[in-house]
Nanobody, 122 residues
Framework: QVQLVESGGGLVQAGGSLRLSCAAS????????MGWFRQAPGKEREFVAA????????YYADSVKGRFTISRDNAKNTVYLQMNSLKPEDTCVYYC???????????????WGQGTQVTVSS
């Protein structure tokens, strides 16, 4: 069982930056691929980024590539999402999730956090 708690969301102006954090419980954190997803009202949850257990391999959605960076600190059981050059269309609830096998589909993730709101004003 893995419990995930996100933090770091908030209100920021377009062009600004935010760093999201996701703290995980459990001793097997490094065995999970960690992902970030986001969901806007009335829309499906979409993949943002993922990172391998060792932190070497990363994956990004085309919409955030070059602006967002995913990283993890296994000693702290935490995964991060650094978001730069934010746009109003990045406004969503952001979720972190854990999976044993890499996937860009939310249905393949086993554990989820409660989400953190990110609002980007124009």
């Amino acid at each position: 069982q893995v419990q995930l708690v996100e933090s770091g969301g908030g209100l920021v102006q377009a062009g600004g930056s935010l760093r999201l954090s996701c703290a995980a419980s459990g001793r097997t954190f490094s065995s999970y691929i960690m992902g970030w997803f986001r969901q806007a009202p009335g829309k499906e949850r979409e993949f943002v980024a993922a990172i391998s257990g060792g932190g070497v391999i990363t994956y990004y959605a085309d919409s955030v590539k070059g602006r967002f960076t995913i990283s993890r600190d296994n000693a702290k059981n935490t995964v991060y999402l650094q978001m730069n050059s934010l746009k109003p269309e990045d406004t969503c609830v952001y979720y972190c999730a854990a999976t044993a096998l890499h996937s860009r589909s939310p249905v393949n993730y086993d554990y989820w956090g409660q989400g953190t709101q990110v609002t980007v004003s124009s």
